[in-house]
């Protein structure tokens, strides 16, 4: 699943400022973990945690946000994500 890339803008001292709201109001993913963790290493076990997976087949939905792309795009060999619809 490819992730676009959002420009920040400068804010104080040069640090990058986050997305407005807008920027994470594109819609919701349905994340299913669909693979084990056994045997993988602890970043991947700690950004499926961030996720809020914990068993195999559990599902959560999240916003689409840069951070939880980023996030699936790190263990995108052991998670399916559907795009959901915006009520």
């Not at 290493?41 to 792309?69: A, F, H, Y």
């Amino acid at each position: 699943m490819a992730v676009t890339q959002t420009s920040w803008k400068k804010g104080k001292k040069g640090q990058p400022t986050p997305p407005t709201k807008e920027a994470c109001g594109l819609g919701e993913l349905k994340i299913t973990l669909v693979r084990s963790l056994v045997s993988r290493p602890m970043p991947q076990r700690l950004v499926v945690k961030g996720l809020g997976l914990r068993k195999l087949n559990s599902t959560v939905i999240r916003k689409d946000c840069p951070e939880i792309r980023g996030m699936i795009n790190k263990v995108s060999h052991l998670v399916k994500v559907e795009a959901l619809e915006k009520k």
